[in-house]
């Protein structure tokens, strides 16, 4: 399976960065004198640190569990939806969120637009939740719902 937040996970050290640059910026707009100053550093960084440390473990942990999504999966799943894709000449379907459902579209053949995007609307929309509109084709895991 692919993780579909790599760039959250590479952008996480400018956030650490950035809240560090931050912090520093406040104690010294406080005026924050001496030892008050030291201890104030250090619950900060000690913070920071702890958070990095629970995200990693927990990002680590995730990797070693066993995953019922793969790729050959998703292939079967998205199978009837393909067809439907083909059959129709459907040459976009709006991604409904906007993570979860990009692989399956791409699986599809489609091109994958962000469903609520002005450019979509009028665009069926692909999901792994009930459709709120009218079920167009049906996967066993995904569906696609027609325009709202």
């Not at 292939?75 to 990009?102: F, H, K, M, S, Y």
Request: glycine content about 10%.
């Amino acid at each position: 399976m692919r993780h579909p937040a790599a760039g959250v996970l590479a952008f996480f050290p400018v956030l650490v960065i950035g809240a560090v640059w931050a912090a520093r910026a406040l104690l010294e707009r406080v005026a924050v004198r001496g030892a008050v100053r030291g201890a104030s550093a250090g619950v900060l960084v000690a913070l920071l640190s702890a958070s990095l440390a629970w995200s990693v473990t927990g990002h680590v942990q995730q990797t070693t569990l066993p995953r019922s999504e793969t790729l050959a999966t998703q292939r079967v799943d998205v199978g009837p939806i393909r067809d439907w894709v083909q059959l129709t000449g459907t040459e976009w379907l709006a991604a409904n969120p906007w993570g979860a459902a990009i692989a399956p579209i791409v699986l599809s053949g489609a091109h994958v637009g962000l469903f609520d995007a002005p450019a979509m609307a009028g665009t069926p929309q692909l999901t792994g939740k009930s459709c709120d509109t009218q079920t167009l084709v049906e996967g066993s895991r995904y569906r696609v719902c027609a325009a709202p």
